[in-house]
């Protein structure tokens, strides 16, 4: 449990700087953010790790474990995973086109929304543009004179992708 | 605490073997259905083998065989449970990505490059709400009559939710 319960601990340490940093600061580069905050969180685990007692002293029998290195890594790979399942929800509130287009239904509960008058309170040139941009920052993408073309990475990428999908069978998507 | 991880490892790889295998043999009409169940049909099978094997699976050191069986366990279902959640982020990525489209349309065009308005004539914004619209009348979040989509009680609070966070978290409008 000692590692559980450190990992768990270290992850709420991290969610309320995090919650507490993008609520006070608007803050651009949001990936980065997070990425660092959860790095700097890792020797918050470390001692969070060593400041709880051995599982024997508190917990009984069938949940204590002894403090070896599996231990840890189990704590490292709760603090990991929980972060990663954070990111999901967090790009899920941030980028969704689903969440978005409920969060605009909401808005006309009563009468509801067409797909034209849906598509008419996006702004797609700002969506694709916004797309296109992270993509050029994180180096998949090359823009030149208002063309924009694959890198090495980003051909690498494109052809992953376009594998797996076809591999799931699971169409164009998008 | 190996033993849990083992399994848990090993779960996944056999989740990730008939994930692939289902989709490819028929395409499931609600495919992320398909794959809760099949994670959590496999969790239940995980959770008897860890109760009926020895603790050491027959191979592992001694060293590694001290745990609780009940934290063992916990760790293992936990570990496994995350590696689910986090092949859904890579799943989605694939199959959902719109800035994955993009490369994938821009690396699929004759000159393998493409202008903003290209892109948008190859996946125009209809299309990309429409399939978003089918997908949330599948889940059960919006209803449709005579082309009107509303939100249902669970669209409501889902959108109420994730309005609270994008304002809370400063996100903007998003989308």
Request: aromatic residues 12%.
């Given at each position: 449990m000692r590692g559980l319960v450190?990992?768990?601990?270290?992850?709420?340490?991290?969610?309320?700087?995090?919650?507490?940093?993008?609520?006070?600061v608007k803050i651009s580069r949001r990936a980065l953010t997070l990425v660092g905050l959860w790095v700097a969180g890792l020797p918050v685990y470390v001692w969070l790790y060593v400041w709880l007692p051995e599982d024997r002293a508190v917990w009984p029998v069938a949940l204590a474990a002894p403090s070896d290195s599996i231990t840890v890594l189990s704590g490292g790979l709760l603090y990991f995973f929980l972060f990663m399942g954070y990111a999901q929800f967090?790009?899920?509130?941030?980028?969704?086109?689903?969440?978005?287009?409920?969060?605009?239904?909401?808005?006309?509960?009563?009468?509801?929304?067409?797909?034209?008058?849906?598509?008419?309170?996006?702004?797609?040139?700002?969506?694709?543009?916004?797309?296109?941009?992270?993509m050029i920052h994180a180096g998949y993408l090359i823009e030149e004179d208002?063309?924009?073309?694959?890198?090495?990475?980003?051909?690498?990428?494109?052809?992953?992708?376009?594998?797996?999908?076809?591999?799931?069978?699971?169409?164009?998507?998008? | 605490m190996l033993k849990g991880l083992v399994l848990a490892f090993a779960g996944?790889?056999?989740?990730?073997?008939?994930?692939?295998?289902?989709?490819?043999?028929?395409?499931?009409a609600r495919r992320f259905m398909v794959?809760?169940?099949?994670?959590?049909?496999?969790?239940?099978?995980?959770?008897?083998?860890?109760?009926?094997?020895?603790?050491d699976l027959g191979f592992l050191p001694p060293v590694y065989t001290l745990a609780g069986w009940a934290i063992d366990l916990?760790?293992?279902?936990?570990?496994?449970?995350?590696?689910?959640?986090?092949?859904?982020?890579?799943?989605?990525?694939?199959?959902?990505?719109?800035?994955?489209?993009?490369?994938?349309?821009?690396?699929?065009?004759?000159?393998?490059?493409?202008?903003?308005?290209?892109?948008?004539?190859?996946?125009?914004?209809?299309?990309?709400?429409?399939?978003?619209?089918?997908?949330?009348?599948?889940?059960?979040?919006?209803?449709?009559?005579?082309?009107r989509y509303q939100n249902t009680a669970k669209g409501r609070s889902a959108a109420a939710m994730f309005a609270n966070v994008k304002r809370f978290l400063q996100l903007g409008e998003g989308g």
């Open positions: 450190a990992g768990a601990l270290a992850f709420a340490v991290f969610f309320l700087v995090q919650a507490g940093g993008f609520h006070w967090f790009y899920m509130a941030e980028s969704s086109v689903g969440v978005r287009t409920m969060i605009e239904l909401a808005s006309e509960p009563e009468r509801g929304l067409t797909l034209e008058e849906l598509t008419q309170r996006y702004r797609y040139d700002w969506m694709l543009d916004r797309r296109l941009r992270r208002g063309w924009y073309r694959t890198t090495h990475r980003g051909r690498l990428t494109a052809a992953v992708m376009a594998w797996c999908k076809q591999l799931l069978r699971l169409g164009p998507g998008g | 996944f790889a056999v989740f990730l073997l008939l994930h692939v295998l289902l989709f490819r043999l028929r395409v499931p794959m809760v169940r099949l994670v959590f049909a496999l969790g239940v099978l995980l959770t008897i083998l860890h109760r009926l094997t020895p603790p916990l760790n293992g279902l936990l570990v496994y449970g995350f590696l689910f959640i986090g092949y859904c982020m890579f799943y989605f990525l694939v199959d959902r990505g719109f800035s994955g489209r993009m490369m994938i349309e821009i690396e699929s065009s004759p000159q393998r490059r493409l202008r903003p308005a290209e892109i948008a004539a190859r996946y125009s914004l209809a299309m990309v709400l429409r399939r978003r619209l089918n997908e949330m009348l599948e889940i059960g979040r919006i209803t449709e009559v005579n082309g």
